[in-house]
């Protein structure tokens, strides 16, 4: 390779080439252009090119599909990394490229950084092919060479020195320079057998990201050392290979020794005599592309609810002001119009529609946060009970209201009729939910958030905060009722019930007093509603003593972590395994399950969501205290402690941590269990 990698751009857009030749030319690269496919294969070919950016859509002539088919014919070419970049972003279109014998894809915009490391990356399994193949030509070369010295020796010396004896000389030589990358390579390397494709050799790098060791990967086959069983043959392999040289599988996902799963790129090349399988590690780039789509989708989320509060908040207003005249209207009119009038009853039901309208309209200017307020500081506690009646009158004598206050809540600022407001629209929902026998819960505390926290859970805000938590054992929502839940006229209850407007008025009365709502709710399991209102500080209250920050508890013992959420069970294993802990994660009780029986050491904490579809958490205890009669217990769940209680799946007395929770939060909670007598059965 050149000391500056020549990189082939080829776009029929000249603004689109000058703003990739920006970007690459500071990073050290020289850039050749070609406007055409046409244009391309010339400038191939009197060009040493190291890499090729191609636009897919290049009209009129070859489109970049076309282009790379030609380039993979060409052996003189064949192995030059191809990255299409295209708007394209329907899976065929990348099937399709995958098929033509492309090596990766950039979707436009463009990511500068995804870029650079797309390219480097690319240019990096380059200039391995390239020492390999070149390898390959000078073990040729030697081959040819030792013979032809072999044949005078005979000649000359008359010496008996057999082909057989230079040839192990010569691959005894080649041996160790060929050992030499493979042990430092930083992608895992596995070599494979031809015939059943068993793996002959693994690389260091293969062992690490696998944790198996050498020789319990040598003679196994790939699905024995966490390949998806479905993985393609030997066969198959050996059929793709022959017809495109290499074979590419992206985002695989791998079972390491322990259970984890990690998402790998898988590339294959016949070698002759084996097939080497490279393997590339691409969980984190791909935890951060999928971090990047969900910020995106919330953001979309935040934008079209902040539209729509604008559009609610200009309507509501006009249509007050016509309310206005027309119940001042109506007014005049029955003064006129006394009840033995005809028209007196008409009056009043105009009226009466007239003054429903209106409650509407207060509900969007709610939602929209442009209602009059007159907010004043509140104790959260005494709010709340002098309501408990109306409250219990409005669920109904079947549905059990039990209020559980908190100690020690600190005052909020706020309207008290928007407190009124935002419990009447909840308990209305609960009662909705629950169709008949029930039990609602309110109950109130502190909560505080981190910098660290809020980074890492969207929507919320680092500060002091009180909480008030309304639950029900009701029916519970699914993931797509739970994402529109607090869309303007967005309701899943029949045509007359139901307005839409309840949970969005609650919205934007939390939004209007800088505090944020977090939503967790299973079909059939119930719901719980907490909203997060900011700490009041009065003027004379004395600022609290600032303590030394301590540093969290850690461990190094393992814990079996069980949660069906997948971005929680992520999420969760991480903070574990940042303070030191090992982690068996599962996805499924069952699969914890398995994972304990075939678990060769000890584990010592089962860490469970209470609440999952095949067995709740207190079941899947039962059968791990089975296998390890000492292993301590931990349950979680989105729930509150009354309400998982009330249901009969826990104990209240079992160890038990509320999502949320902060690192903190989880850091000493699960020291806490560790170290105390073992855990209440």
């Given at each position: 390779?050149?000391?500056?990698p ?5 776009d ?10 920006a ?7 020289e ?18 090119i ?25 052996t ?12 394209l ?51 040729e ?19 008996e ?31 494979l057998?031809?015939?059943?494709g068993n ?17 319990e ?39 390491k ?41 919330q953001?979309?989320?935040a ?10 908040g ?9 309310l ?11 003064e ?54 109306m ?12 209020w ?13 009729s ?32 981190d ?50 407007l309840?949970?969005?008025?609650v ?6 007093n800088?505090?944020f709502?977090?939503v ?17 500080v ?60 075939t ?34 217990l931990l ?11 009330h ?17 903190k ?17």
């Amino acid at each position: 390779m050149k000391d500056k990698p020549v990189i082939l751009i080829v776009d029929d857009q000249p603004q689109d080439i000058e703003l990739l030749e920006a970007h690459l030319v500071p990073q050290g690269y020289e850039i050749v252009k070609a406007a055409s496919g046409e244009e391309a294969l010339e400038k191939l070919s009197s060009n040493q090119i190291e890499l090729i950016l191609l636009d897919v859509l290049m009209p009129p002539g070859m489109d970049g599909f076309e282009v790379t088919r030609r380039i993979r014919r060409d052996t003189a070419h064949r192995l030059i990394p191809i990255i299409l970049i295209t708007a394209l972003q329907e899976t065929e279109d990348r099937v399709k490229g995958i098929e033509a014998g492309c090596d990766d894809f950039l979707s436009k915009p463009l990511d500068k950084m995804e870029l650079f490391a797309r390219v480097r990356s690319l240019l990096q399994v380059k200039a391995y092919n390239d020492l390999m193949n070149d390898y390959q030509i000078e073990l040729e070369a030697m081959v040819t060479s030792r013979t032809e010295e072999l044949r005078h020796a005979l000649e000359d010396l008359q010496q008996e020195i057999t082909e057989r004896k230079l040839l192990e000389d010569l691959l005894k030589e080649s041996e160790v320079r060929y050992r030499r990358l493979f042990e430092t390579a930083s992608d895992g390397v596995l070599l494979l057998e031809k015939r059943e494709g068993n793996i002959f050799l693994a690389n260091p790098a293969t062992t690490k990201l696998l944790g198996y060791s050498e020789d319990e990967i040598t003679g196994k086959v790939l699905k024995d050392v966490g390949f998806p069983d479905d993985f393609d043959t030997i066969q198959e392999i050996l059929q793709k290979l022959e017809k495109d040289g290499i074979v590419n599988f992206e985002d695989t996902p791998l079972k390491k020794k322990n259970g984890q799963c990690v998402d790998t790129d898988i590339y294959m090349v016949d070698k002759a005599i084996l097939i080497q399988c490279n393997i590339r590690d691409v969980t984190e780039r791909k935890r951060a592309e999928d971090e990047k789509e969900k910020l995106q989708a919330q953001l979309h989320q935040a934008q079209k609810m902040e539209s729509v509060g604008r559009l609610a908040g200009g309507v509501a207003h006009d249509f007050n002001n016509m309310l206005g005249v027309i119940l001042g209207h109506t007014e005049f009119a029955l003064e006129k119009a006394k009840e033995n009038h005809d028209l007196h009853a008409d009056l009043k039901e105009i009226q009466s529609a007239a003054r429903r309208s209106a409650d509407l309209t207060k509900q969007l200017l709610a939602f929209a946060r442009k209602q009059i307020i007159a907010p004043k500081m509140l104790d959260l506690n005494d709010i709340v009970e002098s309501i408990l009646n109306m409250l219990r009158r409005l669920i109904g004598e079947d549905i059990n209201l039990s209020w559980n206050p908190g100690k020690g809540v600190c005052p909020v600022k706020m309207d008290p009729s928007q407190v009124d407001q935002i419990l009447a629209n909840l308990c209305v929902n609960a009662r909705d939910a629950i169709e008949g026998v029930g039990k609602l819960t309110i109950e109130t505390g502190m909560k505080t958030f981190d910098q660290e926290y809020c980074a890492d859970h969207a929507g919320f805000i680092p500060g002091d905060f009180v909480v008030l938590a309304v639950s029900d054992d009701g029916c519970g929502m699914d993931k797509m009722t739970l994402n529109h839940l607090f869309e303007p006229f967005f309701t899943t209850k029949d045509v007359g019930k139901g307005t839409g407007l309840g949970l969005a008025t609650v919205y934007g009365i939390v939004k209007q007093n800088n505090g944020f709502i977090n939503v967790y709710s299973e079909p059939d399991q119930g719901t719980t509603v907490r909203i997060y209102l900011p700490r009041c500080v009065a003027a004379d209250e004395i600022p609290a003593v600032i303590h030394p920050h301590k540093p969290d508890p850690t461990g190094n013992e393992t814990v079996l972590l069980v949660e069906d959420e997948p971005a929680i069970l992520r999420m969760t294993r991480m903070m574990l395994e940042r303070m030191g802990y090992s982690v068996i994660p599962a996805g499924t009780p069952a699969e914890a399950i398995d994972l304990a029986k075939t678990h060769a050491d000890k584990i010592h904490l089962l860490m469970t969501d209470v609440v999952m579809p095949e067995m709740n958490g207190r079941d899947l205890a039962k059968h791990l205290t089975a296998l390890y009669p000492d292993i301590k217990l931990l349950f979680m769940s989105g729930y509150t402690t009354n309400v998982i209680a009330h249901q009969g799946v826990l104990d209240k007395k079992v160890a038990f941590i509320q999502k949320p929770f902060s690192m903190k939060d989880l850091a000493e909670k699960v020291r806490e269990v560790l170290d105390k007598a073992s855990s209440i059965r």
